[in-house]
């Protein structure tokens, strides 16, 4: 089976605009969700999508949105970015069926420079 | 609510030394439990998981954990390090099946020659 997989890994912008992110999840895994990791703070979660469905949503501003399509394919979207938004996004995804047990499939990243 | 203590950032042993890696949660119903290892510019990979059966858990790489409830930890060990395993751990707790994944601070592991 393919991995879950992450584009672009890396990408420039500057302040103000907006960036999309893309996340394949492995097949058959049908929740995916999405941590902002820097130096800083650490792993920060994001979101968890579930049959299209944000399930549990972390504590970031309004700005950092995502969406769930049918394929279980994700998407996250940063506008007006700050250069604070610097960081690597790591998507992961879950199978969610009864044998599960709550483990993330990591994705590589997608490595995000605001200048 | 949920949380993951990972104390230190930062822990240094020589090649062929114990690996001893802290980890201690907080949840308000038994936990799932997770090491995960990062290497650089990569995602993270699952070491190993607790999950209610065993306590004594084995994973990857020659690592194992011991999940203690009394103690509320599950530190990360393993009996000789290699150099291979220089990397970024990090502990990681839910609270349920369907509840977010929150993971500690981090340990960076340097291995020396």
């Not at chain 1, 992110?21 to 058959?28: A, K, N, R």
């Not at chain 1, 250069?83 to 993330?104: I, K, Q």
């Not at chain 2, 858990?57 to 990360?76: C, D, P, Q, R, Y």
């Amino acid at each position: 089976k393919a991995g879950v997989t992450q584009t672009p890994r890396y990408l420039i912008k500057t302040r103000g605009q907006q960036v999309t992110l893309s996340c394949s999840p492995i097949s058959g895994h049908r929740s995916v969700s999405w941590y902002q990791q820097t130096p800083g703070q650490g792993l920060q979660f994001l979101f968890e999508y579930f049959s299209e469905t944000q399930r549990n949503k972390g504590n970031f501003p309004g700005r950092f949105s995502g969406r769930q399509f049918s394929n279980s394919r994700s998407e996250m979207n940063v506008s007006t970015l700050e250069l604070g938004d610097s960081a690597l996004y790591l998507c992961a995804s879950t199978p969610m069926d009864v044998s599960n047990t709550g483990e993330l499939f990591f994705g590589e990243g997608s490595r995000l420079t605001v200048l | 609510a949920q949380s993951v203590t990972q104390l230190g950032s930062h822990v240094s042993v020589s090649e062929g030394a114990l690996v001893l890696l802290r980890c201690n949660y907080s949840s308000s119903v038994p936990p799932y439990l997770f090491w995960y290892v990062q290497y650089p510019n990569q995602g993270l990979q699952l070491l190993l998981k607790y999950t209610s059966a065993a306590t004594l858990v084995k994973g990857i790489n020659g690592f194992e954990a011991e999940f203690k409830k009394s103690e509320t930890s599950f530190h990360l060990t393993k009996p000789s390090a290699h150099m291979s395993d220089a990397a970024e751990y990090f502990c990681a707790v839910r609270s349920g099946a369907n509840s977010k994944l929150t993971f500690g601070k981090g340990i960076t592991l340097s291995v020396r020659p």
